[in-house]
């Protein structure tokens, strides 16, 4: 906690599978998605990308900051180690792709094995839990700390307002990664948002912003973005 006299951090549950070249996606209602990755420690890097078998990991896991714990959750059919890529969809669903080029001690060709010239997309809990709020109308830009109007045809059902910041992903590190919680108003088709007030908690920059019903499922995000006044 940043706004702590001291910050530090804090441990939280272990996940079911020690893993290492994996990604981490924040998802519109706060949890967090792992994919992929290996739980190795042979091969002739000490356990860098070790991809004997059995040592990739494909069970998904989804960390849940209010309890601390994960849920293990359907598992990728292939690989996802070493320069394999996750990012969050503007529908909710995240894109799990690549892995490879890994080129250790020299070796100029590249295992095929560990060559994953495809991609496969994860649709999290959320969306079996009821239908999606829908946005009907947004802006393209905002300002800090102003307050701007989202149209969606049943306000009453929104829970949650959220948005994340465009992903950037290389190397199993998203240098964009950040979710803002918005406080809103609910008012007659439409809820009334207002941004973060400062640029220390929220970048300039796009963001996808979701509303997220009751049950906790979240709508297609619109793209919005926050800029700077000018002096």
């Known amino acids: 906690d940043l706004g702590a006299n001291q910050p530090t951090w804090q441990k939280t549950s272990a996940m079911a599978f020690p893993r290492r ?9 706060g949890t967090v998605l792992v994919l992929g ?7 002739p890097n000490n356990g860098f990308n070790d991809l004997a078998p059995g040592q990739p990991v494909h069970v998904a896991e ?12 359907a598992a990728e059919s292939v690989d996802r180690c070493y320069h394999a890529t996750a990012v969050l969809l503007p529908d909710a669903r995240v894109l799990s792709a690549g892995g490879g080029e890994y080129r250790p001690d020299g070796v100029v060709t590249n295992d095929p094995e560990d060559s994953h010239r ?4 994860f649709s999290p809990p959320y969306l079996f839990r009821g239908p999606r709020p829908v946005i009907t109308s947004a802006p ?7 307050t701007f109007d989202v ?11 959220n948005w994340i ?7 199993s590190f998203d240098e964009n990664q950040r979710i803002n919680f918005l406080s809103f108003q609910r008012a007659p088709q439409k809820v009334q948002v207002t941004a973060p007030a400062s640029v ?25 973005q926050i800029q700077a006044g000018r002096c």
């Open 21 to 29: 070249q994996h990604n981490a996606v924040p998802l519109p209602d």
């Open 37 to 43: 990755g290996t739980r190795g420690g042979g091969g």
């Open 62 to 73: 989804l960390w849940n900051p209010d309890t601390g714990k994960w849920t293990t959750l």
């Open 118 to 121: 495809d991609a496969q997309v």
């Open 140 to 146: 393209a830009s905002v300002t800090y700390a102003a």
């Open 151 to 161: 149209g969606t045809a049943q306000p009453d059902d929104v829970r949650a307002v």
């Open 165 to 171: 910041r465009l992903p950037s992903v290389t190397h």
């Open 200 to 224: 220390n908690i929220c970048p300039p920059g796009h963001y996808m912003l979701f509303l997220l019903s009751q049950a906790g499922t979240p709508s297609v995000a619109r793209i919005i």
